[in-house]
């Protein structure tokens, strides 16, 4: 079992420096999802300061995680975080932009979590990765809500552009035939990718 002095230090860390760390509602959800399908290898695109890891890999002591991270202040912290709840040995942390980097292991769930305008180069970069019946999940897939709002609404060219993103990435989860998707209204939104 992991401290959970230490999850809240991890937790209030994330609020006083805006790191976006998964929702508790996600997070429940996905843990439940690692526990009830066995899940014991897991990638995760997005580490932050590795939160989301700890907190899947404390379901069970079989879990292996690896997770990739490209900004080196949340690596660094991400890294004391990993050796305060004394995961090192379950948690393979990179640091390293996830588009560049190589990545040989096959793992039973992809968690994509990362800049949301790249989702789609995620998925198709990783999908090799996935393990025959695997699942890929991305989270923020409701986009804090934007998603939901007419274009018009949104004032900012830039917030336009990511929120088309996530649209467009939704429809090309829509339009693979090779996985089937469940979209979930939990948390910021989630997306359940099982590979056929
Ligand atoms: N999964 C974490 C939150 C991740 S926040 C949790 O719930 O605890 C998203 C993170 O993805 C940010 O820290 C950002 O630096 C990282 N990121 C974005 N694009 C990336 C890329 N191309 N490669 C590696 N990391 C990336
Ligand atoms: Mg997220």
Redo the contacts with the bound molecule.
């Keep these: 079992m992991i401290n959970e002095n230490i999850i809240k230090q991890i937790k209030d860390y994330?609020e006083l420096n805006n790191?976006?760390?998964?929702m508790d509602d996600?997070?429940s959800y996905i843990m439940k999802y690692i526990k009830d399908n066995h899940v014991k290898s897991i990638l995760?695109?997005?580490?932050?300061?590795?939160?989301?890891?700890?907190?899947m890999c404390s379901v069970d002591p079989n879990v292996f995680i690896t997770?990739?991270?490209?900004?080196e202040k949340?690596y660094l912290e991400a890294l004391k975080n990993i050796k305060k709840t004394k995961l090192e040995d379950r948690i393979q942390l990179i640091y390293?932009?996830?588009?560049?980097?190589k990545v040989e292991d096959n793992y039973d769930l992809i968690?994509i979590?990362?800049?949301k305008a790249?989702n789609q180069k995620?998925f198709e970069r990783f999908e090799k990765n996935l393990n025959p019946y695997g699942t890929i999940i991305t989270?923020n897939m409701g986009f804090h809500g934007l998603v939901m709002q007419e274009s018009d609404e949104i004032k900012s060219r830039n917030l336009r552009q990511l929120v088309r993103k996530v649209k467009d990435y939704k429809e090309f989860l829509e339009k693979n035939i090779r996985y089937e998707t469940t979209f979930l209204d939990i948390g910021d939104g989630l997306a359940i990718s099982r590979k056929l």
């Design positions: 994330a790191v976006p760390i998964m996600s997070m995760e695109v997005g580490t932050a300061i590795g939160y989301s890891a700890i907190m997770t990739i991270e490209r900004d949340r390293n932009d996830a588009l560049e980097v968690i979590d990362a800049a790249q995620f989270d």
